[in-house]
């Protein structure tokens, strides 16, 4: 893909999985934060949504949450969506991305701006 390619993309989509309605709340705030920005977070819905979510924040404290997680990483053929896993506990530390509880806007957004640039080839307008 070009760098012209990879620049075009300027919104992300976010899913939660598992997470708690205040800790849904705080997310979609997060997001909004980002709609004037680069890159722009936008909440997946799955209704209208062709593709999956670009990032899946999952609660790392429910067993169920991440065995959910699990199963749908193994069944994607091409697994184009990231987890970040908020969670309070130590064991989650062996994930890739990992955000302590409560999620801080900031530092969530911080996060979600590695990840789409890692995983989905995000450049800073600005930077090559």
Do not use: K, Q
Not at 71 to 96: G, H, M, Y
């Amino acid at each position: 893909m070009s760098v012209v390619g990879r620049r075009s993309r300027r919104a992300y989509t976010v899913a939660t999985l598992g997470l708690e309605s205040d800790e849904r709340r705080a997310v979609h705030s997060a997001l909004a934060l980002s709609e004037h920005g680069a890159p722009t977070f936008r909440s997946f819905v799955p209704a209208t949504m062709a593709r999956s979510p670009h990032v899946v924040i999952v609660n790392g404290d429910s067993p169920e949450a991440v065995r959910m997680w699990r199963r749908r990483e193994r069944a994607a053929r091409s697994p184009d969506s990231c987890a970040i896993f908020l969670s309070r506990l130590p064991d989650t530390r062996r994930e890739r991305y990992v955000l302590d509880r409560p999620p801080l806007p900031l530092l969530l957004l911080a996060l979600l701006e590695h990840v789409v640039t890692r995983h989905h080839g995000f450049v800073r307008p600005g930077r090559w």
